[in-house]
């Protein structure tokens, strides 16, 4: 029985939610990270773009999404400028 998909980012959504990671690629996770922040952008209206900073131990500090045209028009805050501006 096939599966009613309720839109295309729903169904984005849901097979990012069960990406794994490689452990043979240890960037992974992060890329994996950064596409659950870029789904969660085009989910919002925006551009899916999404970032995630990472310190030198690996730990993901911080996470930053595009919000440039949700919740209003911002033409500064890119997915890499919401992560900086939440790091500051």
């Given at each position: 029985?096939?599966?009613?998909?309720?839109?295309p980012?729903?169904?984005?959504?849901?097979?990012?939610?069960?990406?794994?990671?490689?452990?043979?690629?240890?960037?992974?996770?992060?890329?994996?990270?950064?596409?659950?922040?870029?789904?969660?952008?085009?989910?919002?209206?925006?551009?899916?773009?999404?970032?995630?900073?990472?310190?030198?131990t690996?730990?993901?500090?911080?996470?930053?999404?595009?919000?440039?045209?949700?919740?209003?028009?911002?033409?500064?805050?890119?997915?890499?400028?919401?992560?900086?501006?939440r790091?500051?």
């Amino acid at each position: 029985m096939s599966r009613v998909v309720q839109s295309p980012m729903d169904e984005l959504d849901r097979q990012v939610q069960t990406l794994e990671a490689d452990p043979g690629h240890p960037h992974d996770r992060f890329v994996i990270e950064t596409l659950r922040e870029a789904v969660r952008s085009g989910m919002a209206g925006n551009f899916g773009v999404g970032a995630v900073l990472v310190d030198a131990t690996g730990t993901i500090v911080e996470r930053g999404r595009n919000r440039v045209f949700f919740p209003h028009f911002r033409s500064d805050l890119h997915a890499e400028m919401d992560l900086m501006s939440r790091v500051e």
